[in-house]
């Protein structure tokens, strides 16, 4: 089955740690993104990426980082910068990013990040 | 920017209610629009979608119809159910590729 497999589901972070959340997807899709959602409240972009090799930084890139070398690939990196780390994060993926439905974004299950 | 407005929730309703989730846009050309469902814990998942005026998009009893006129994408379900409980956002894509706008999302509630 093809999709977007996230992990792990639950990451715990000391002060101070770097930590990364892994997003792999099968779809062959050109383009991939990182959003963060806090509880009740909507999605805001972190970063994203067209194409491998290339990224753009979204509404809230200050404290990660992310990396593009495999089409399936796109880890995001939770920098010890990020001081309010706790949240859940989402990453989608999309066919390109050229507009209209070739944009439709396709979710995976998500990492829940606390901090101990 | 193009944007995406929704009505604040939570909406509270009693199971076969009739549903309605409010979503306006502001957006140059003719974006597509779609409604995202997201059910506790688990990421988005498309419900569905509409790309040019007139259109409308159905699935699983809910149904938006793409009103250019009035820029609006209102989500609608005759009788919803228990399992319906969710946060609902609509979104839209424009036809340049940078943008992906979702709403704030509506909480939905459905009691038995």
């Known amino acids: 089955d093809g999709g977007i497999t996230q992990s792990p589901k639950y990451l715990f972070r000391k002060e101070g740690q770097n930590v990364t959340l892994s997003c792999e997807q099968n779809?062959?899709?050109?383009?991939m993104y990182w959003y963060r959602q806090d509880p009740g409240q909507g999605l805001r972009l972190i970063y994203y990426s067209q194409i491998v090799n290339d990224f753009q930084k979204g509404d809230i890139a200050e404290g990660y980082s992310v990396s593009r070398e495999k089409k399936e690939s796109f880890p995001l990196t939770v920098t010890s910068a990020q001081k309010n780390p706790t949240a859940f994060y989402l990453c989608?993926?999309?066919?390109?990013?050229?507009?209209?439905?070739?944009?439709?974004?396709?979710f995976g299950a998500g990492t829940r990040l606390s901090v101990l | 920017g193009n944007s995406v407005t929704q009505m604040e929730g939570p909406v509270t309703l009693s199971e076969e209610a009739f549903l309605t989730i409010n979503c306006t846009y502001t957006a140059t050309g003719y974006p597509s629009l779609f409604w995202y469902v997201q059910y506790p814990g688990e990421g988005l998942q498309l419900l569905l979608k509409a790309t040019k005026a007139d259109d409308k998009g159905s699935n699983k009893g809910f149904e938006a119809t793409y009103r250019k006129e009035t820029t609006s994408f209102h989500l609608e379900k005759g009788s919803v159910q228990v399992s319906d409980s969710a946060v609902y956002f609509c979104a839209l894509s424009d036809n340049y590729g940078q943008n992906f706008v979702f709403g704030p999302g509506t909480r939905l509630s459905v009691l038995p």
């Open positions: 989608a993926s999309s066919i390109s990013g050229t507009g209209g439905i070739k944009n439709i974004q396709y």
């Open positions: 779809l062959n899709h050109d383009a």
